[in-house]
């Protein structure tokens, strides 16, 4: 489950950096109101409304996920709750447990983020 977390984080550089590269108004208008939600965890508007459309954003966001998932793996990153249903940075509470290694999964974010175009 803290792999998931990477995952949306990914998709949600790529839809931030959509911003940026978005070539009309309406293009950025999408992105703009994606990338609001996938702050907050919902990636369908991001990968359906802007990573789909522009191909190389959803490869980069995908090795952004492949990335940060990576770095989550190979440092043994655990959640010690259930997650809810939604995996966003205000999560991160989810990490601290017996064993806490939340400043590894804030890196892995960060890497998963950083990942764009």
């Given at each position: 489950?803290?792999?998931?977390?990477?995952?949306?984080?990914?998709?949600?550089?790529?839809?931030?950096?959509a911003i940026f590269?978005?070539?009309?108004?309406?293009?950025k208008q999408l992105a703009i109101s994606a990338s609001i939600s996938a702050f907050f965890g919902i990636t369908e508007p991001?990968?359906?409304?802007?990573?789909?459309?522009?191909?190389?954003?959803?490869?980069?966001?995908c090795i952004g996920a492949a990335l940060g998932g990576a770095i989550t793996g190979l440092l043994q990153v655990k959640t010690y709750?259930?997650?809810?249903?939604?995996?966003?940075?205000?999560?991160?509470?989810?990490?601290?447990?017996r064993n806490p290694k939340a400043i590894y999964e804030v890196f892995a974010i960060i890497v998963a983020f950083s990942v764009r175009r």
């Open positions: 489950m803290a792999m998931f977390m990477s995952a949306v984080m990914g998709q949600f550089g790529t839809v931030f950096g590269i978005a070539r009309n108004l309406k293009d991001a990968l359906y409304g802007v990573n789909l459309k522009y191909r190389m954003l959803f490869i980069f966001g709750s259930f997650p809810t249903r939604y995996f966003n940075v205000f999560e991160l509470g989810l990490f601290s447990g």
